[in-house]
């Protein structure tokens, strides 16, 4: 087990982004999908093809709620 839980820099990375880049956030993570496939595509991140049964995958999937009687307090502005 490591002892050591401190995150390294990595001075190749964040990778800029550009205009129309998708990018998922997660907190104080920002995942930019863009490249991520950009750099699968060419390889530079290996990964493998796999067969994705999404009505399957759905199902144990976590998914918000909404509180239909919280609604009304809702600050739109």
Do not use: D
């Amino acid at each position: 087990m490591c002892n050591n839980r401190r995150m390294e820099l990595n001075e190749r990375y964040p990778l800029p982004t550009y205009e129309g880049a998708a990018i998922y956030r997660n907190g104080v993570f920002q995942f930019n999908i863009s490249r991520i496939m950009e750099a699968t595509l060419e390889g530079t991140i290996p990964a493998k093809e796999e067969l994705v049964e999404v009505s399957t995958w759905f199902q144990y999937q976590q998914r918000g709620r909404v509180n239909e009687e919280h609604l009304s307090n809702v600050n739109v502005s």
